[in-house]
């Protein structure tokens, strides 16, 4: 999962350089997996996440620029929505949830109960809990305190992503002249959905302006690259090679297998920004992996953790079977669209609406089965679970703190500020 995620990361500094600096796309997935593969290599989990609170400030100061610039063009929202509205009559890009009551209804062919059940309680909490690149900073911690506030607070700044994301594609839809394709159908000529970032990039700024800009798309790519190999090469070397292959090595030894393995890491990862090439979009990629990986993995998870009946293979049954009819479904769906209106509920149902349900069974499908095979399998004792299963584990509570600074303030403050949220762009 994380070395297919890197992928991603590498295309998408790839597109950057290739728009911006007319660069070959195969030259920039080399040059950037080579850039990154160096500082991970030589700097192992510290560096990455260095590197990620610098390039953290970067990304945000200089994509700012875009949503900033773009709406001075438009004249403020009002403006950019009457633009919008002009060159794409009868569709709505402007709200949330008014639109998702009928799949017709919207451009994704959604219905609010994809958004709810796949994508809300399904793949978000399962990038939340399970995906180890967010996991692992967590553990990096230096206390309870610490390991709770930090999803929190990265919450505050999730929900402020759309303003340089979602408000750039806006913009596009506003102000470039150009129409844009999907990537997987891109001609001599043609721009992707992609490649909006950059081409706004090069419409506002100037020669100074457009190198920040530059230096924080590249930066964000790089830090997302730079987690998931490192990820990658901490899952291999700690959880499979030192506990299975090579259980009394010295400490050494278990570095120079990390270096190594970061390095094969980001061949693999070559291998699978070219795969990433074939979607129409870089999220249509990123949410078919999250139904393939996180989805079914967040049901073993979540059973695993809160009902100590459940047995190791029935978890392990449970995931592959997940992991299997997650990928059959998406199969099915891109060989035949008949099979569209099966597992997604509707004909018009595009391929991000797709993705949802399709994390949406595969997960069901993994609880199912994992409920079944435990009710035939003989349950462990109660002192081999204990660490391991939440009703017979002490839980470790931060220190005596004020209100202020207690994780529940703030995740309450987290909650009404997305509620707010909802109800503004609803």
Known sequence: MTILMSGVNMYAMAVVMKVVLGWNINFSIWVSSLTVGIYVAAGGLFSAIFNEVLQFFLIWFGALLIPILGLIETGGWKGMVARIQQNFPGQDYTHAWSTLGRFQDNPMGMHWTGIVFGLGAVQAMGYWTTDFLVV?????????????MAPIIGSFFKM?????????????????????????????????????????LARYCGPGLLGLGITALVAGFMAGMAGNVSAFATVWTYDIYRPFLRKRAPDQHYVSMGRWCTLIGLFVSIGTAYLAMGFASIMDYVQALFGFFIAPLFGTVLFGMIWKRVSGAAGFWGLLAGTLSSVSMFTLMKLDHRWVSVFALSPHAQGLAQDMYQALWSCVTCIVVTVVVTLVTKPRPDEELRGLVYALTEVAKEEHTSFLHRPLFWGMAALAVLLVLQVIFW
Request: without cysteine; glycine residues 6%; positive net charge.
């Open 160 to 200: 402020a992503v759309p303003l340089i994301v979602i408000l750039p594609g806006l913009l596009g839809l506003a102000v470039l002249p150009m129409h844009l394709v999907p990537a997987s159908s891109l001609q001599p000529g043609q721009y992707s959905y992609n490649e909006v970032l950059p081409l706004m």
């Open 136 to 148: 692992q900073r967590v553990l990096s911690a230096k206390d309870i305190r610490s390991a709770k």
